[in-house]
């Protein structure tokens, strides 16, 4: 065994806490007065534009092949800014920016409608933050054009929804 080889060794150890040293340890608590915020309503402050440019930023830089780009992710973005809060944000399909969409409306409600019942009960149970609930549509992305064709009869085609939570309530 190399010498580098045993440092490198002894330091994985020491500093993973497997190597338990301390003869002596103090712990230092410290206390900070948080400031004081004061609002018409009990909801927390907006995000400053230095995190959201920063979230929009890593999100669109992602290395993951199905995402949005900069510019589809940021009028999103500065509408759901200019909505007033607490604003209510409704999201078809759970994807790489269910996070994302979730930080940038702070002070709303954001409900997430998927059609596969399992991922979004898989992104509930990792992310209890998020409101996801499973969806079956009557129609499908193949009647698109007889659904927006200038002669379709509005009357006789009907739009129905049924949605539950992933958990199954």
């Given at each position: 065994?190399?010498?580098?080889?045993?440092?490198?060794?002894?330091?994985?150890?020491?500093?993973?806490?497997?190597?338990?040293?301390?003869?002596?340890?103090?712990?230092?608590?410290?206390?900070?007065?948080?400031?004081?915020?004061?609002?018409?309503?009990?909801?927390?402050?907006?995000?400053?534009?230095?995190?959201?440019?920063?979230?929009?930023?890593?999100?669109?830089?992602?290395?993951?092949?199905?995402?949005?780009?900069?510019?589809?992710?940021?009028?999103?973005?500065?509408?759901?800014?200019?909505?007033?809060?607490?604003?209510?944000?409704?999201?078809?399909?759970?994807?790489?920016e269910?996070?994302?969409?979730?930080a940038?409306?702070?002070?709303?409600?954001?409900?997430?409608?998927?059609?596969?019942?399992?991922?979004?009960?898989?992104?509930?149970?990792?992310?209890?933050?998020?409101?996801?609930?499973?969806?079956k549509?009557?129609?499908?992305?193949?009647?698109?054009?007889?659904?927006?064709?200038?002669?379709?009869?509005?009357?006789?085609?009907?739009?129905?929804?049924?949605?539950?939570?992933?958990?199954?309530?």
């Amino acid at each position: 065994m190399s010498l580098f080889t045993l440092a490198f060794l002894l330091t994985i150890v020491y500093t993973s806490g497997l190597y338990a040293y301390s003869s002596t340890s103090t712990t230092t608590t410290t206390t900070i007065p948080a400031p004081t915020i004061t609002a018409t309503n009990n909801a927390a402050p907006q995000l400053p534009t230095t995190v959201i440019n920063t979230l929009l930023h890593y999100a669109s830089k992602s290395n993951d092949t199905f995402k949005m780009s900069y510019a589809d992710i940021k009028p999103i973005s500065d509408a759901l800014r200019k909505c007033s809060t607490p604003c209510n944000f409704l999201i078809f399909g759970l994807t790489h920016e269910t996070l994302l969409w979730k930080a940038l409306n702070n002070n709303g409600r954001t409900v997430y409608i998927d059609e596969n019942r399992y991922y979004a009960a898989y992104m509930e149970e990792k992310h209890p933050e998020i409101d996801a609930y499973d969806s079956k549509y009557a129609t499908s992305a193949g009647r698109c054009r007889t659904c927006f064709s200038p002669n379709a009869s509005w009357g006789s085609m009907t739009c129905r929804t049924t949605c539950t939570r992933s958990n199954g309530t």
